[in-house]
């Protein structure tokens, strides 16, 4: 039941552009800033994106988020096999004083 | 490097409790809020609960409201989740993680414990 609304998956070849959606609300993305995390099944999940649009130390200029409203994206350029994971947003939600996940989307590179 | 380690998961049978705890190491544990978050298998990532640096305000999902706690030892950097009257529902991979401290992000993640919950 999350509140934070994905499409369920993704794909493109290699060295294409992906395009992920994440929908919410005004107590979530419309009121907070929106992060973005990569989880490789069996491994811990990784911060992807923070504050909407920026990147961690190490994490390659192919990735890159935006926040419009109540919706927010991440954009993955220059695909690469290793970039085949899950994708999931994520907000702070006023309302439900916690925080929030995507529904995820599962990114396959063809 | 920041280093999460949890432990504490286990095989429980509903309604049952358990603690799991999460060893910090290579930040400064107390500037820090903490998270929990868990993975149901075959499920997408939900949040559990967040504790202050400080441990003076906490925040849990509706899921776990009442039955979950969190809790801190800044002196020993270790982190708890006291999880009581467990049901099925709570079997998942639970992973703690660390604020980074820009708005609610989790900047560094553990490697998660497994809790199933069965009879």
């Known amino acids: 039941q999350s509140v934070l609304t994905q499409p369920p998956s993704a794909s493109g070849t290699p060295g294409q552009r992906v395009t992920i959606s994440c929908s919410g609300s005004?107590?979530?993305?419309?009121?907070?800033?929106v992060n973005w995390y990569q989880h490789l099944p069996g491994t811990a999940p990784k911060l992807l994106i923070y504050?909407?649009?920026q990147r961690p130390s190490g994490v390659p200029d192919r990735f890159s988020g935006s926040k419009s409203g109540t919706s927010a994206s991440l954009a993955i350029s220059g695909l690469q096999s290793e970039d085949e994971a899950d994708y999931y947003c994520a907000a702070w939600d006023d309302s439900l004083n916690g925080y929030v996940f995507g529904t995820g989307t599962k990114v396959t590179v063809l | 490097q920041v280093q999460l380690v949890e432990s504490g998961g286990g095989v429980v049978q509903p309604g049952r409790s358990l603690r799991l705890s999460c060893a910090a190491s290579g930040f400064t544990f107390s500037s820090y809020a903490m998270h929990w978050v868990r993975q149901a298998p075959g499920k997408g990532l939900e949040w559990v609960a967040i504790i202050w640096y400080d441990g003076s305000y906490k925040y849990f999902a509706d899921s776990v409201k009442g039955r979950f706690t969190i809790s801190r030892d800044n002196s020993r950097t270790t982190l708890y989740l006291q999880m009581n009257t467990l049901r099925a529902g709570d079997t998942a991979v639970y992973y703690c993680a660390r604020d980074g401290g820009d708005g609610y992000n989790l900047a560094n993640w553990g490697q998660g414990t497994l809790v199933t919950v069965s009879s």
């Open positions: 504050s909407n649009n």
């Open positions: 005004s107590s979530n993305i419309g009121s907070n800033t």
